[in-house]
């Protein structure tokens, strides 16, 4: 791609939104992050994505998104328990319904502050924890909205939507930023940092991942 553009990212801190912003260094001539706080349980990853943005030398925005948790409740928002297993018939209850939507359009406002017009979210398809808001026909059509609302030409780039986690790390590795990727990053629902509490959704997908990519280099 060798743009001479500018990109905003989406970040969070995680392993998929880390690898994102190492994509986006690479493809773009400037970047910026934007992370959401939200009623997130755990501050620690607003922290761990500042860190990781500050190590990069990447601006990193923060923006209030608290409203999300008043709109309606759930294990991501407040102190439910969460799903361990998706449910057979419904969505996770770590589901944030409008998230994605919201997110993007936030995105987007700023973005055109800056006049950037390239956003970057690591919304993935293919390691689907049953969000529709993660799939690529909702971001054709959120991208298509944006445009048409702001009278722009916004390019909603989503570098994760064909990849497993097991290619998610290899993007890592490929970006050179394997290492960074596995020992920065927070993924836990714990609020563990690298390999996590190893017991959660999160964490078990993680390391399946890992663990099918580290085969493939042996
Ligand atoms: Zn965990």
């Given at each position: 791609m060798n743009n001479k553009e500018s990109a905003l990212v989406l970040f969070s801190g995680g392993q998929d939104s880390t690898t994102c912003l190492y994509w986006a260094i690479k493809n773009?001539?400037?970047?910026?992050?934007?992370?959401?706080?939200?009623?997130?349980?755990?501050?620690?990853?607003?922290?761990?994505?500042?860190?990781?943005?500050?190590?990069?030398?990447?601006?990193?925005?923060?923006?209030?998104?608290?409203?999300?948790?008043?709109?309606?409740?759930?294990?991501?928002?407040?102190?439910?328990?969460?799903?361990?297993?998706?449910?057979?018939?419904?969505?996770?209850?770590?589901?944030?319904?409008?998230?994605?939507?919201?997110?993007?359009?936030?995105?987007?406002?700023?973005?055109?502050?800056?006049?950037?017009?390239?956003?970057?979210?690591?919304?993935?398809?293919?390691?689907?924890?049953?969000?529709?808001?993660?799939?690529?026909?909702?971001?054709?059509?959120?991208?298509?909205?944006?445009?048409?609302a702001m009278d722009e030409h916004f390019q909603i780039h989503t570098p994760l939507m064909w990849r497993d986690k097991t290619a998610v790390w290899q993007l890592a590795d490929e970006l050179g930023v394997f290492n960074i990727v596995r020992t920065q990053t927070l993924t836990c629902y714990n609020g563990i940092i690298a390999d996590g509490c190893g017991q959660c959704p999160a964490c078990k997908l993680r390391k399946h991942g890992l663990d099918n990519y580290l085969k493939t280099k042996e």
């Open positions: 773009f001539s400037s970047v910026r992050t934007l992370c959401f706080t939200y009623g997130q349980r755990h501050s620690k990853e607003i922290e761990v994505a500042q860190a990781i943005a500050e190590k990069a030398n990447i601006p990193f925005q923060l923006l209030d998104a608290s409203i999300i948790s008043q709109l309606s409740v759930n294990s991501l928002t407040s102190d439910i328990v969460m799903d361990q297993e998706k449910p057979q018939d419904s969505y996770p209850n770590t589901f944030v319904p409008g998230r994605n939507l919201l997110f993007l359009t936030f995105a987007a406002v700023i973005a055109r502050s800056h006049g950037i017009r390239h956003i970057i979210t690591g919304v993935s398809e293919a390691d689907y924890s049953g969000y529709p808001d993660c799939r690529d026909t909702f971001i054709l059509s959120a991208n298509a909205s944006i445009n048409l």
